[in-house]
């Protein structure tokens, strides 16, 4: 099957050493919540993220809420070849099951997303919908165990959605950055067999993943 990794992506709880600025206390007041029960959202926290490490990769769940509305409303989905997965800047990965299916309303996707980091899991009719585990980006590769593993970068090899639909198979893992800035750390690159750029501009990345993703989808289900 193939496999989707959203990797290093910018979906975290509020890390210890911000919890008590101002801007997430305010937030987390807002939100009638503790601030370690909150995302980090540089559109709330910015004040409070400035020079945190990896700070430009980091606070954009909403990229994410994108980038997941783009890969599990698709045929390719619906169809059952295609898997996705979540891997976070602090070293979560978050599994989805066929059947969920994710509010379309930020607001309540975070909320869904910060009952998820408290709980474990989100489940229905016995079923884990959504389920949270501690896990590099290197053990979800060997769990998923891809015959190849591409990445794409704007530092990659040109190549195009095309080219790389017909190189990818049932047995391929692409993986895209889940951040709006930065590059793959090299803890994630080193586990690519190939690193490509489909395209000339800095498009986001729920744009890229759309656009592969049909590509695939002509190969793989028309």
Same mark, same amino acid.
């Given at each position: 099957m193939l496999s989707l990794v959203i990797a290093e992506s910018a979906l975290e !709880?509020?890390?210890k050493e +911000? =919890? /008590?600025h101002n801007s997430v206390l305010a937030s987390a007041k807002r939100l009638d919540k503790k601030p370690s =029960? +909150? !995302?980090l959202d540089v559109s709330w926290h910015f004040a409070a993220m400035k020079g945190m490490k990896n700070e430009i990769k980091r606070g954009r769940p909403d990229l994410i809420h994108f980038c997941l509305l783009e890969a599990s409303n698709i045929p390719i989905y619906f169809t059952n070849n295609l =898997?996705?997965?979540v891997h976070t800047i602090d070293d979560n990965v978050i599994f989805l099951d066929k059947s969920v299916r994710l509010p379309k309303s930020y607001h309540r996707f975070a909320g869904v997303v910060e009952k998820l980091y408290s709980k474990g899991r989100i489940e229905e009719d016995g079923k884990n919908l959504l389920e949270i585990k501690k896990m590099s980006f290197e053990d979800l590769v060997k769990k998923i165990k891809p015959r190849h593993v591409i990445g794409l970068s704007s530092k990659g090899i040109p190549s195009s959605y095309h080219q790389l639909a017909e190189e990818a198979? /049932?047995?391929t893992c692409i993986v895209v950055g889940g951040f709006a800035k930065g590059q793959f750390s090299d803890d994630v690159k080193k586990y690519f067999d190939k690193t490509v750029s489909v395209d000339k501009s800095p498009l986001e990345a729920h744009v890229i993943i759309s656009r592969i993703l049909y590509e695939c989808e002509k190969r793989i289900i028309m």
């Open positions: !709880l509020v890390p +911000i =919890q /008590r =029960q +909150i !995302l =898997q996705v997965f198979d /049932r047995d």
